[in-house]
């Protein structure tokens, strides 16, 4: 290690422990993020972790939708994003008046929104899930009922597969996952004939195709660690290698495409957690109405 890290690496210690500032990451962020951080997971998980922190300060590795996330489940503690431009497109592919639109033309449908969705669109919304509980809670609902799904239309379809429920889906998608092509696959598989082919829920159906098993990123670190192959293409996003290696380092991973990068994970980087701590900047809040409004929801989520 060099040394001017040595020296960032002990400042972001001294300040993280005069905050008593707890750091939760995404599986897709950049290694040296994941470890410094005092967890690393999914969605779900990191909310679970935030709900129960009694740390004072919670430093969100991950991107927008999450800060809110957490802030709504703890308006008791300080709530940092590193940096607000770490956004998800996704996301942000959806708008609050045209979802009132729809529920108008469907009146007496349910709405689930995806985690990956900003909190003012969770208000519209009757159920809240993430990719580990997606299927469950659309099982849920009751038969006859129409639902309608935002924003990941591909993440919808792959509910619809699962459950045989019909969705009205939002046409959004995360281009991250979109970047994994089919051809990407069967390159690696001709290559690696042995490897199990392990992709995310928000690929492409052709890809979706192609795959031993459709898994979230928790469920891909489950399989990798339980399974007795001892290769595995992986296709999402390609920082959750890192914790795979780290964990596994006996077998391999590859990844189905390296331009499967997630740019906006990507910008939590070592010196903005250190700037966050040092002014305790990007405080994220969201407001008293909304939270209010969207709580039971998420809680729900979490114990789905
Ligand atoms: Fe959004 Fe996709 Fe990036 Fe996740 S990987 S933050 S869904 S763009």
Redesign the pocket.
Known sequence: MENSDAALLEKIQRLKKERNAVFLAHN?ELGEIQDIADFVGDCLEMCQEAAKTEADVIVCCG?QFLAETMAILRPDKTVLLPDLNAD????NMITVSRLKELKKEHPGATVVAYI?SPAAVKVEADICCATENAIRIVEKIPAGKEIIFVPDQYMGSYVTAQTGRDMILWPGY????LRIQPRDINRLKSQYPRAKVVVHP?CRPEVIALADAVLGTSGIVRFARESDATEFIIGT?IGILHRLRKENPEKRFFAASEDAV?H??KMIRLETILWTLENMTHPVKVPDRIARKVRPCIEQMLEA
């Open positions: 897709y991107v998800c497109p996704m996301a990956k995360c281009n991250t996952h928000e996003e997630c906006r994970m």
